[in-house]
């Protein structure tokens, strides 16, 4: 099994930063990373995603504000958030596909899932 864990989340003005974090432990082969997030009345949606190969993508709204990235050798990956809006209050989700070994080779990628961590952008 892959535990995923998201810290990070708070409070914090308009225009201002915060950095999330996605801690992922288990024995496996790690895929790709993603962070989601779902606000008040929207469906939950992708914000950032980030592949082995360190192949980064970005929903249009948040480019060039939000970074992805990720630390291989601590299992760990980041959404670093600048110039934040009030209307990316929300619980932002990280998501992590990875495989295990069966035995008898690799299973298919699997998605994984944190609990969430709440960001409130509010003055």
């Known amino acids: 099994q892959v535990q995923v864990v998201e810290s990070g989340g708070g409070l914090v003005q308009p225009g201002g930063s915060l950095r999330l974090s996605c801690e992922f432990s288990g024995s496996f082969s790690f895929g790709a990373m993603a962070w989601y997030r779902q606000t008040p009345g929207k469906q939950r949606e992708l914000v950032a995603h980030?592949?082995?190969?360190?192949?980064?993508n970005y929903t249009d709204s948040v480019k060039g504000r939000f970074t992805i990235s990720g630390d291989n050798g601590k299992n760990t990956g980041y959404l670093q958030m600048n110039s934040l809006r009030p209307e990316e209050t929300g619980v932002y989700y990280c998501?992590?596909?990875?495989?295990?070994?069966?035995?008898w080779g690799w299973g298919p990628f699997i998605n994984y899932w944190g609990q969430g961590t709440q960001v409130t952008v509010s003055s």
């Open positions: 998501n992590v596909q990875a495989k295990k070994w069966m035995g």
């Open positions: 980030i592949t082995s190969g360190s192949s980064a």
